[in-house]
C-alpha cells in the first residue's frame, strides 16, 4: 500500500519550480501500480508541487509539513466531508441570490461543463489511462450521473426559483434518513440505533436553526412547489450516495469527469429548451461570478471531497454531514449578509453537534 509521504520522499524532485506537464508525469507515475483511494488526486499535487522545492532547512520542513498536511486531509473522510457541506452550502445562497440573473437550468449546465473542463485540465493523464474502465462501467456511472449530477442541482436550483433557502436547507435535513432507507432497500443495512438517534437530535438542531427559536415560526413553514422541488433533488442524492459503492475502481478525477459529462450531457436539450423559450443568462459580472463559483467550489471540489468521504467512512456515515448546512448557511449569511449571531444559533450548532457525535463516532 503507497502512502503519500513516502511516495515523495522517494522521489527525487529537480530544484526550481515544476512545469505543470511533468506534475501531471510525476502524478501519473505515483498512482501507477497503486491502490487508486490511497492516491491523491492531481489537484491536490498540484498544490503541493508546483511551487520551488526549497533549499534551506526551515523552508524545507515547512515544505514537508505542507505535504503531509494534504495527505492527511485526504485520508480524513471527516475534514472533506465537512468542506464538502460548507462548499454546498454557499450553492444555495448562490441559487437564491441568482434569481432572475442566471435561469436554474442554465446554471447547471454551466457549473457542469466549466467542472468538466476544469477536471479534464487537471486529471488529463488519469482520465486517458482509466478510459477503457469507465466504458466497461457505463451503466451505474450513467445512473450515478443521472441522479447526482443532472437531478439534484438543477432540482434544487428550480426550487430556489419560488422557496425560500431557510426552507431548502431545511428540508435537505431530510437527506440522512432517505440515504438509510436507500441503503436498506439496496443493499439490505440496517441503521443502528445510535445512527438514527443522532439523526433525530441533528433534526431537532436544524429545526432550531430554521425556526429561528421560535416554534411557532416552524409551524408557520408552508410545503409550495418550490419544498416539492428540493425535496426530489434530496431523493435523488440520496440515491446518488447509496450508489456510490458500485463505482468503478478508477482515479477520482476520472470518476468526476465520468459523471460530469454525462450530466452535463442530460442537461443539454433542457438548457437549450430553457434559452430559447423561457429565459437567458442576463450578461451581468454578478452572473459570471455565480457560475464561477458553483462550478469549483460546491461543483469541482465538493463532488471529490464528497466522494473520497463516502469511500473512507460509506453513505451512512457521510449523510449526516448534511446536517451541518444549517450551521454554514447562517455563518455564511452572518459574514456575507451582515446578519446577527443569537442564541438559537448556538441551541441548533450543539443540537447537530451532539447528534452528529453519535451517529459518526466509533465504538472501539
Known sequence: MIEFSAEFSRC???HGCLSVRSIFERASDLTLGAQIHHA????LWLIAMSYPEPAGPPARKFYDVVKFAISRVWHSPYILLALAVLFWSGNFIVGRATTGIVPPIALAFWRWTLGLILVVAVGAPQIRRDWPMLKKHWPILLLLGGFGIAAFNTLVYVGLQ???????LLLQS???????????LLYGERASVRQALGVLISIC???VIAARGDWGALAALSLNSGDVWVLAAVAAYAMYSALLRKRPAVHPLSFLAATFAIGAAMLLP????????VARVEPVWAASLAVAYVAVFPGFLSYLFFNR???LAGANMAGHFV???PIFGSGLAILLLGERFASFHLVGATLIGIGLGLATIRRS
Request: hydrophobic share 55%; net charge negative.
Open 162 to 168: 419560488t422557496t425560500t433557502a431557510v426552507n431548502a
Open 323 to 325: 446536517h451541518l448546512m
Open 12 to 14: 527525487e524532485l529537480p
Open 205 to 207: 438542531g436544524v429545526a
Open 174 to 184: 431530510a437527506m440522512p434518513v432517505i440515504i438509510l432507507a436507500a441503503v436498506f
Open 270 to 277: 433542457l438548457y437549450v429548451y430553457e434559452h430559447l423559450t
Open 309 to 311: 468521504g463516502v469511500e
Open 40 to 43: 491523491p488526486p492531481p489537484i
